[in-house]
């Protein structure tokens, strides 16, 4: 008992070991970056390689930033494969793959950024498997995860600042939200997935499975050029930038720009780091519009007005009735009587299989004429020009919709940095991507080189499918104002059929059929006037994509143009597609 409660300096010395290593467990846990795996190809040399998550656990959908580390002290070059695969649904029936390469020569450490795209939502999943293969010089490895969620829960991101005091607290309070609804409403009780500031990735798909940013001044300040310009694209997007201060920060000083076109920024006050638990959980539930994920799986399953656009489709299910009537006479009493009649039944086995095999070229000639090859398609973009801040982009959500006859090939590729995700669209007999548990298919898409390469079930032969483009694109195209009072000048390269603008005294003005280098005037028009047209603009959209133009309708020195000679962003080149663009954005001076 005495050595017991008057423990040696030895002991003393191990109590101090272990609290030491509990410590520094309980900091590896709290640390943002998730090490997936490490596989040692030479303990001699310390050559190995390190695929680490940015995010300590993947988005709904969207894209998971993987850094891989290949320190090679070997006097050979490494090559590494990595092989992901992710499921949802039930029995894995979605998925959606990727393959990357990634290479060091001797003596050297390479670093790769890679985004893994994850598996479409459809509203039928309370979780995602996140499947890694590691293969090649180095050995192989694998990696296994499970993350559960709810579409109803926004998908956050919190800094390791905020999460270390915060945490646990913040999850408690989620509990309590989410225990006060429905059982389908139920979530993962994670309110974030955590960051390092200093190791965010620069690329903004990174973030575009998230609804939320949270971070403190200090740690916002600390964020590279390249993530912090990232960020801001996706907050341009319709992303939630939350920044805690204790000083009350001017938004200049943080680099925040005045306006945020689709998405929003917050400074909120702070003591110390500590957050107040319940409203913050709060102000993140209590959105102006739907979560990202929550839109995609419900905004287009309804009368979509893209949808009802395209019509229904016909079947000319007699002609098939006819054939098949006419195939069961020959095959039967036909064949059985007059082909291969008595004493000549062995003729059989080669006139029954010559009748259906004629029979079913019939029925693949009658199919190609009723429904044609490739398809045809609606599409509707929403697109914000900023050529201020030497942007020089634009930012893009566009809706499309198709039906197709017979597609030779299920590959095709996007000439954009895009997120590119299929939408549920309602039941019927030409709808494949459904809200309900017969969905399935294989969504894989390559990242590469800032496109995609995309194959597998998007446009499947002689079906309806739907999706939804978010994207970021270089332009050189704006509107100016010319040196002649109500006069401006368009660089677009397509012809704009109507621009109304609402000039800085929070008048309306209007000018029709603007093209290229032509200088065309402004004429006043009554607000009156502009109202139904802007509403019927925006019954067009779902409805995350109606709250995003609402928002930008009325800014004083903003214009909003239509146009159906503007390029949307081309997916399979088989669809033959119809485009209408709505472009908003400042008249540039």
């Avoid at 390190?50 to 969207?62: N, Q, Y």
């Avoid at 293969?135 to 579409?151: E, K, L, P, Q, W």
């Avoid at 002609?319 to 291969?340: E, K, M, S």
């Avoid at 903003?558 to 033959?576: R, V």
Wanted: with cysteine.
């Amino acid at each position: 008992m005495n050595r017991i409660s008057n423990p040696t300096p030895l002991r003393n010395f191990l109590r101090a070991a272990f609290g030491f290593a509990i410590a520094c467990s309980v900091w590896c846990d709290l640390h943002a970056q998730e090490v997936l795996l490490r596989q040692v190809a030479d303990p001699k040399t310390g050559t190995h390689v390190e695929v680490t998550a940015l995010f300590s656990s993947p988005s709904l959908g969207g894209y998971h930033p993987i850094r891989v580390v290949i320190t090679n002290n070997q006097p050979i070059t490494h090559r590494i494969f990595l092989e992901f695969r992710c499921t949802s649904n039930y029995n894995s029936q979605l998925s959606s793959a990727s393959q990357f390469t990634c290479s060091a020569n001797p003596g050297k450490v390479a670093t790769y950024d890679i985004l893994v795209p994850l598996t479409p939502q459809n509203g039928q999943s309370n979780y995602e498997q996140f499947l890694l293969n590691l293969t090649g010089t180095m050995g192989s490895a694998s990696h296994n995860d499970m993350v559960g969620f709810s579409i109803h829960q926004p998908a956050v991101l919190i800094s390791d600042t905020l999460h270390a005091p915060n945490g646990s607290s913040l999850d408690s309070e989620l509990s309590k939200v989410l225990s006060g609804h429905s059982p389908g409403y139920a979530g993962n009780n994670q309110f974030a997935s955590r960051f390092t500031p200093s190791q965010l990735p620069d690329d903004w798909r990174a973030y575009s499975g998230f609804d939320t940013v949270l971070l403190t001044e200090n740690d916002w300040m600390s964020v590279p050029p390249g993530p912090k310009n990232a960020i801001l694209a996706w907050m341009r997007l319709g992303g939630q930038l939350v920044i805690f201060s204790e000083s009350a920060a001017n938004p200049n000083a943080l680099g925040l720009p005045a306006d945020t076109s689709f998405g929003r920024y917050d400074i909120r006050p702070i003591s110390g780091n500590r957050l107040d638990h319940k409203s913050t959980v709060d102000f993140v539930f209590n959105r102006d519009y739907e979560t990202r994920i929550g839109s995609v799986t419900k905004d287009f399953n309804g009368k979509w007005p893209l949808q009802t656009g395209l019509g229904e489709k016909s079947f000319n299910s007699t002609v098939f009735i006819l054939v098949l009537i006419v195939f069961g006479i020959i095959v039967g009493p036909v064949n059985l009587f007059v082909f291969a009649k008595s004493g000549r039944r062995h003729r059989l086995f080669i006139t029954t299989p010559l009748i259906s095999i004629a029979t079913s070229l019939l029925l693949i000639v009658l199919i190609i004429f009723e429904d044609g090859f490739g398809g045809e398609g609606k599409r509707l973009a929403l697109m914000e020009v900023r050529p201020d801040d030497n942007q020089n982009a634009a930012y893009v959500v566009q809706e499309q919709f198709s039906r197709t006859g017979v597609m030779t090939s299920p590959s095709f590729s996007i000439d954009a940095s895009a997120l590119f995700v299929p939408v549920p669209i309602a039941p019927n007999r030409w709808s494949r991507f459904t809200p309900d548990h017969t969905a399935s298919g294989n969504y894989d898409i390559q990242p590469s080189d800032g496109k995609l390469f995309v194959k597998g079930s998007w446009f499947q032969s002689r079906s309806e499918q739907g999706q939804l483009i978010t994207a970021v694109i270089p332009t050189r195209g704006r509107i100016d104002r010319t040196q002649q009072a109500g006069k401006i000048v368009s660089s677009f390269d397509f012809p704009i059929k109507t621009l109304l603008l609402m000039d800085e005294n929070g008048n309306w003005q209007r000018a029709d059929h603007l093209s290229k280098g032509k200088t065309v005037g402004l004429t006043p028009i009554d607000a009156t006037m502009v109202q139904p047209i802007l509403n019927d603009l925006k019954n067009q959209f779902g409805k995350r994509n109606q709250s995003f133009f609402k928002k930008v309708w009325e800014r004083k020195g903003h214009y909003i143009a239509i146009t159906a000679e503007a390029p949307g962003i081309d997916t399979h080149p088989s669809i033959d597609w119809q485009t209408n663009t709505v472009i908003t954005g400042p008249i540039a001076r």
